[in-house]
C-alpha cells in the first residue's frame, strides 16, 4: 500500500473533497446560508452609517470558496431569499429587502459565486491568490451595497462612500488575511493526507 501524498485535483473546491450526493449539496447549501446568518450577528454598530461591521461577508465569501460557485451561490440566495421572507438572519436580527443594507447582502450572492468560480481554479490554494480572490470579493459586495444605500437613504454618492464603504476597508482587510491563513491551511492539510 502505496502512502505517497497525492495533490488535491485542480477544480475542486474543498467542499468536493466530501462524497457526492445530493443529500452533501443540499446539507452544504444550508449550512451555508445558516453560517451567514449566524455570523451576521456577531455586528458591531458604526457610528453615522446604518450598516454595522458583521461576520457576515466574511462568512459568505469562506462559503462560496468552499463550496463553489453553484452550491455558493444558492447558499448566499438562500440566505438572501430566506431573510426577505421574515427569516430575521440580516444584521443585527434585520429582515426585509427595504434596509439600507440589503444591496450589501445582494452583493454578497454575486461575491459568492465569483469566489467560487476563482476556488475552482485554485485560486484559495496561495496566501496572496487567496487575498486577491477576497479583495476581489469584497470589491463586488460594496459594487452592489454603496449605490443600493446611497438609494435607499438618499445619500449622495460621496455620503454614501464615507458611510457604508470607508468605515469598513480595516476590518475588510483583517477579514482577508483570516481568510489568506485559512484557505490554504486548510488545502495544505488535505494534500498531506
Known sequence: M?????????????ADLLPA??????ALVLGGAA????????AVPVPGSPVPVTGQTFAALLVGT???????FLSLALYALAGVAGVPWFADGG????LPSFGYVLGLVLAATVVGALARRGADRSVWRTAGTMVLGEAVVYALGVPYLALATGMSASAAIAAGLT?????????????MGLLPTAWAFVDKR
Do not use: E, N, W, Y
Not at 21 to 26: F, M, P
Open 2 to 14: 502505496s502512502t505517497a501524498v497525492v495533490p488535491a485535483r485542480t477544480g475542486q473546491v474543498l
Open 21 to 26: 450526493s445530493r443529500v452533501r449539496d443540499a
Open 35 to 42: 453560517l451567514t446568518g449566524l455570523a451576521a450577528q456577531i
Open 66 to 72: 468552499a463550496l463553489g460557485a453553484g452550491r455558493g
Open 95 to 98: 429582515s426585509g429587502a427595504g
Open 167 to 179: 468605515p469598513f476597508l480595516v476590518g475588510d482587510a483583517l477579514k482577508a488575511a483570516l481568510a
